[in-house]
């Protein structure tokens, strides 16, 4: 793995290793290391799609007999075992001109799914995600596909161990509706638009911001379609307090995981200091793309035309794609499309992702 520059998360102070952790140089600060993963974390917070006595042997077996025999064996779910495997997740990298020369900061790193196509690509990708042992996965994983340009690390999204201006492009895909889990006790929106100016910090002048998220308002959850996340009928759809009040009578929890409609998305990026690039829409959704269209009105129509003369003459997926296209066509905007890929850029500069060097 490649040395890693970190900078206090508290006070941005340069950190020191040694003696098995980082200690700042400016305010004392000190963090320890997971074996050889740093952890600029105040809490253990472990977030799985497997409970965690699991994920610590899935991780101990694939030291021993690799991390895909690993997985295989301990993911049943074929959902989460396609999420961690199928790095089909990262096709949207060849939207961007990602080369030898590119920093890039994988946020959410999760198993690994996009870190690991974007370093094939990249000149050094850090990884972080606020779970441990997902990012020793991540280190693994790294190690046994012979990359050497991944440095993964613990942490939180709203407090990078970055220095200023350390990466060219950050990238968001399928995390920030997470973020409100940092704290649930504050606004999901304000930790996300933390966040998300927490990626302008650490952007080099001209960097990118990449981010892959559902539609509040998708067309499917007005057709009674569980929503991704709370995996509930129509709570995206609900006033946030009624959405909050339903989710913690159905499942006595909180309700966090907040997706937006696109004029909120384009008012958040904007607020955190990004001006506008590109904007797509995904096919069928940003989490297994197939397909890519600009976010217009005449380019969504077309791939809509297209894809009904490809379905059967009947089916729910013609029907959706018919009421897709007719909303499409009154709307102008994409408004009801399942999920949104965003590319904004750092106020004020010329787009800057190196493609070599």
């Known amino acids: 793995m490649i040395s890693e520059t970190y900078h206090c998360p508290d006070c941005r102070g340069r950190m020191e290793e040694g003696d098995g952790r980082f200690s700042c140089v400016s305010c004392s600060n000190v963090y320890p290391k997971s074996g050889s993963i740093p952890v600029f974390l105040d809490r253990d917070i472990y977030y799985g799609e497997i409970p965690r006595e699991k994920m610590n042997a899935l991780i101990r077996r694939a030291e021993t007999d690799g991390y895909r025999e690993a997985v295989e064996e301990f993911v049943a ?35 690994g799914t996009t870190t690991i196509p974007i370093a094939r690509r990249a000149g050094h990708v850090a990884a972080v995600d606020i779970t441990v042992e997902r990012v020793r996965f991540v280190e ?58 927490e990626a302008r910090r650490v952007l080099a002048p001209g960097g990118l911001v990449y981010v892959g998220i559902e539609n509040r308002f998708s067309l499917r959850y007005f057709l009674g379609i569980p929503d991704d996340h709370s995996y509930i009928r129509f709570t995206s759809l609900m006033p946030r307090r009624l959405a909050r009040a339903y989710f913690r009578l159905r499942t006595g929890g909180d309700y966090y995981m907040y997706t937006h409609s696109l004029s909120a998305y384009r008012r958040m990026l904007e607020a955190a200091g990004f001006e506008r690039r590109k904007e797509y829409h995904p096919w069928p959704n940003y989490r297994n793309p197939v397909e890519f269209t600009a976010l217009d009105k005449a380019e969504i129509l077309g791939f809509l035309r ?43 500069e010329p787009e800057r992702v190196p493609a070599g060097g």
């Open 140 to 197: 693994i994983r790294a190690r046994q596909s012979g990359l050497a340009n991944v440095s993964p690390a613990a942490a939180s999204a709203i407090a990078l161990p970055y220095p200023d201006a350390s990466f060219d492009l950050v990238v968001f895909n399928g995390v920030l509706e997470w973020l409100g889990g940092i704290d649930v006790a504050r606004d999901p929106a304000e930790l996300q638009l933390l966040a998300l100016r």
């Open 77 to 111: 779910d074929p959902f989460v075992l396609t999420y961690v495997l199928d790095e089909g997740r990262a096709r949207w990298a060849d939207l961007l001109p990602i080369g030898s020369g590119t920093r890039v900061l994988d946020v959410g790193c999760g198993w």
């Open 306 to 348: 297209r894809e009904i003369r490809r379905l059967p003459a009947v089916g729910r997926k013609r029907t959706y794609c018919i009421l897709l296209k007719w909303l499409t066509a009154i709307d102008g905007k994409g408004r009801f499309c399942h999920s949104f890929l965003f590319v904004y850029g750092k106020g004020g």
